[in-house]
């Protein structure tokens, strides 16, 4: 026994280099949760055969730990235990959540898979690990490089992962796949160096399908990274190489310069090149809309660290400082968990420590690589400038983005790569008293651990999807499914929140009724309760739960009290997302509409959501939605001044890419026969949505309206052909236009 799993635990180490091509569609997250569920059965096999091994007199090269450097991760981790601990919620620190499976248990295997690479892997065991990651590498970015080509020709195909947005591969996502490609390049390179036949042919094709790959997704983080190293080598080349060599990396050099200085210059004319990669690298500026966004979040979230700056706030915890300073005037996204820079990501979560720790493993990274440069004659290809050029490019382009587990794992695998080709220590057997019996009982142990660890939470991923499939065609099998998931008891229970939002929410109004809309509904509300109670600092449940609850089927009774809750810890937990405020606002405007003209009561509720628009006004005054809804109120009121004033103040602010100001507008604006402006918003909203004829209608009638007939018969003959029943709905509109029309003839 102990032969055979000598002989397998190579396979064991090797296997995560795997990772990155697996994908499994039918789970919820299908790039990422398969390959968490497989790292952590690996990371659990791979120990419990060590441990066995360890035990069973196996030699291993235990003097490696002699290394300072060695014991900077297992520190790290320490301190990311202890800080997750003091932190928001260690549970979910520990075991992170399914969008991402990056949680302290991910960490912990990664660790122990750089401590096994580190004593167990001999020079052979090493070449087979990088030439694995090099194969691997290629087909990521093939898969990639196809996928583009499909887009090119307007076409899909059903072998190859779908596309969102950009191409992503196996990673369903471009950041994750260009960052996981950036630093597989220059482990290409270092297969190359000393390649020959097949392997020097698959590494040059790793490097190009790379090289491809990472263009083709236009992530701007990496592109610029390998800018920076392309410079870099250059700049090497010119002063280190020989003579030849020199001379040509001089020009080279020079060229370099020159084509940075065009780009730089003609920056708006390279923005219309009809390719994503260069369009995207072209906008780069302080007011694109993606880099301000970053950069008001690293300023916000690195002021919100600095609260706690020696112990943070825990592993996967990131998003509840998003959630306190989230801006919809300034933040293009709607929920962060990641602050798009790996640095503020590890002050945020495990303070200054951790910060500091993680900078520690990355220069020494550097001093090794420099010291192992130093073994060999100076060259490109030296393997000690190969390892530089690697960590350099996961410290730029994680400047943009942050680690995910394969890039982390990659990281951990090189450098123990670096520290083993500095060694010359030998192997050594640890005598050990255990008995075999013990030693068995103790590898047992480690390995049942994969029930509660992975199968479970797979188990729960499994149902979470079947039950979300069914969800408009059987409401109470669906829901039958989720419970089966949630007494599995594993971390998806936010996840199963979230998820029941959507589907009840997002979908109830127009694809589920009566009894179907009612049983969907209290499920979606009973989830959302229990993990509002469970968990309430996650905004994002908050806010779901205030949306469910603003939302209620006809007949169905809302706790006024716990809904007022629901929406002030919302409000707490994230002040400036407007959901929270707009649902409180809907509170008032409710109990108002239910209440006859001219009751006192009814002005009391308009005067409620008044002052809480006014203060959101006065919090986010760029954003025209909360004005405009309190012209349309104050005019209700009688208070026609005051409704002038804000939808002044509205209209000064509105802008086209703010779709959501067009509805409010235009109720005001129809409220006060303002034509003109009427049509203004109308044509906005038909601009994002072309195929809703009913705005489409109200846009040919109130043209004709603001006195231009021949626009609005340009309306209503597009309508005629496209939805010819909806000009009924109104015989004197269609009396009027087919009288101008006649006229004209």
């Known amino acids: 026994m102990t032969d055979r799993l000598a002989k397998a635990f190579p396979f064991l180490l090797i296997a995560p280099a795997i990772l990155p091509i697996v994908y499994v569609s039918g789970l919820v997250f299908p790039y990422i949760s398969i390959k968490i569920f497989s790292l952590w059965t690996i990371g659990i096999l791979a120990f419990a055969t060590f441990i066995f091994l360890a035990l069973s007199g196996k030699p291993f090269f235990y003097r490696r730990l002699r290394s300072p450097v060695s014991w900077i991760p297992l520190v790290l981790l320490a301190v990311q235990y202890v800080t997750s601990y003091f932190g928001m919620d260690f549970y979910h620190s520990f075991w992170g959540l399914f969008e991402r499976g990056d949680g302290l248990l991910t960490s912990t295997i990664i660790t122990i898979f750089f401590y096994l690479i580190l004593i167990s892997a001999d020079r052979q065991l090493l070449e087979r690990l990088v030439k694995t990651i090099v194969v691997i590498a290629g087909v990521v970015a093939g898969i990639a490089v196809l996928q583009w080509i499909t887009t090119i020709f307007g076409g899909s195909s059903s072998f190859l992962p779908p596309i969102n947005g950009r191409i ?14 950036g630093m597989a390049f220059f482990v290409s390179l270092i297969v190359m160096r000393d390649s020959v036949g097949h392997w020097l042919t698959i590494s040059r094709t790793a490097i190009v399908l790379s090289v491809l790959a990472i263009l083709f997704a236009a992530t701007r983080g990496t592109i610029l990274a390998l800018i920076v190293v392309v410079f870099i080598t250059a700049f090497y080349l010119a002063f280190m190489g020989v003579e030849t060599t020199k001379q040509i990396a001089r020009y080279g050099l020079i060229g370099l310069v020159i084509f940075a200085g065009i780009f730089i210059g003609f920056r708006e004319q390279f923005a219309k090149v009809p390719f994503e990669p260069i369009q995207r690298m072209a906008s780069i500026s302080l007011t694109d809309g993606t880099v301000s966004s970053r950069l008001f979040v690293w300023r916000n979230i690195g002021a919100e660290a600095l609260q706690r700056p020696f112990i943070g706030y825990g592993a996967e915890h990131v998003a509840r400082l998003f959630d306190k300073v989230y801006d919809p005037s300034k933040i293009l996204e709607q929920w962060f968990d990641r602050s798009h820079n790996a640095y503020l990501d590890y002050f945020a979560q495990y303070g200054a420590f951790g910060l500091v720790l993680y900078l520690a493993l990355t220069v020494s990274f550097v001093l090794y690589a420099w ?35 394969h890039s982390l794992w990659l990281l951990y695998a090189m450098f123990a790569a670096l520290l083993i080709l500095l060694d010359d220590s030998s192997s050594f ?41 069914l969800h408009l065609v059987d409401v109470n099998k669906a829901n039958a499914y989720f419970e089966k998931g949630l007494s599995l008891g594993t971390y998806a229970d936010l996840e199963y929140g ?32 229990k993990n509002f109670n469970k ?16 939302t209620a089927p006809e007949g169905v009774k809302v706790d006024d009290d716990f809904n007022k809750n629901v929406l002030a810890r919302a409000m707490e937990l994230s002040p400036l997302r407007v959901q929270s405020w707009y649902m409180t606002v809907n509170v008032s405007l409710r109990n ?25 006004a006065g919090l986010e005054p760029s954003l025209p939605v909360a004005p405009y809804i309190l012209a349309t109120i104050y005019y209700k009121l009688g208070d026609k001044a005051a409704a002038k004033k804000w939808a002044d103040d509205a209209l000064s602010a509105y802008i086209n890419a703010d779709p959501a100001a067009a509805r409010p507008a235009v109720k005001y604006y129809l409220a006060i026969n303002d034509w003109r402006n009427a049509v203004r918003f109308l044509a906005d909203l038909v601009e994002e949505n072309p195929s ?10 109130v043209t004709y309206l603001a006195g231009d007939p021949a626009a609005s018969l340009r309306i209503v003959e597009k309508l005629r052909k496209e939805d010819p029943a909806i000009l009924v709905t109104d015989q004197n509109f269609l009396n009027a236009i087919t009288s101008y029309e006649q006229s004209k003839k």
């Open 371 to 405: 010291r192992l440069y130093r073994r060999e004659e100076p060259s490109v290809l030296n393997y000690g400038f190969l390892f530089l050029l690697f960590i350099t490019i996961y410290a730029i382009q994680n400047f943009f983005v942050f680690d995910t587990p």
């Open 535 to 550: 968990y309430p600092y996650d905004a994002r449940t908050a806010t779901y739960l205030a949306h469910v609850l603003d």
């Open 429 to 469: 057997a640890v005598k050990t008293k255990f008995a075999k019996p013990i030693t068995v009982a103790v590898s047992v142990l480690i390995l049942l651990l994969i029930f509660p660890v992975v199968i479970q939470p797979l188990r729960a991923n499994i149902l979470l999807t079947q039950g979300y499939l």
């Open 498 to 529: 979230y998820q029941a939002y959507s589907m009840y929410t997002d979908h109830q109004v127009v694809q589920l009724e009566g009894e179907n809309l009612n049983a969907g509904y209290q499920y979606a509300l009973s989830l959302l309760t």
């Open 168 to 181: 992503g591969s196996t990673f369903g996502n471009a950041a994750f796949l260009a960052g996981y490609l």
């Open 592 to 616: 108002a509409d239910a209440l006859p003209e001219g009751s006192p009561e009814k002005e009391k509720y308009y005067r409620e959501a008044i002052k809480t628009l006014e203060k959101y």
């Open 692 to 701: 809703d004829y009913d705005v489409l209608y109200d846009l040919a009638k």
